[in-house]
């Protein structure tokens, strides 16, 4: 299986950047690896159902980002350290949330993977 496990939250005041990593190991029994897959960044606040943020093809050619965090959050990857990173700057308090990277097919909602890390809970306060 592919596993994956995210690093890199914390705790923040707004306006400062932050990122984070997903990190991954493993590969299924079909032989896919990482590498084999888009990378897609979720979120989920308090009470709140689970987000799109961004995503990355598996060739890391080609972003995907939710209107909320265009401009302010760079998603990336690489695939020889098997990694991907989400680059988030000028956090507001709305960014708060436990962030999931996961790997799949590249949709912007969940259904669509497989692989999730165990979450790295960012808090940004004003």
């Known amino acids: 299986q592919v596993q994956l496990a995210e690093s890199g939250g914390g705790l923040v005041q707004a306006g400062v950047s932050l990122t984070l990593s997903c990190t991954a190991n493993?590969?299924?029994?079909?032989?896919?690896?990482?590498?084999?897959?888009?990378v897609t960044w979720f979120r989920q606040a308090p009470g709140k159902e689970r987000e799109f943020v961004a995503t990355v093809t598996w060739t890391g050619l080609s972003t995907g980002y939710a209107d909320s965090v265009k401009g302010r959050f760079t998603i990336s990857r690489d695939n020889t350290r098997n990694t991907a990173h989400l680059a988030m700057n000028d956090l507001s308090t709305e960014d708060t949330a436990v962030y999931f990277c996961a790997a799949g097919t590249g949709s912007r909602t969940p259904d669509g993977y497989p692989y999730w890390g165990q979450g790295t809970r960012v808090t940004v306060f004003s």
């Open positions: 493993g590969r299924t029994d079909t032989g896919r690896t990482f590498s084999d897959y888009a």
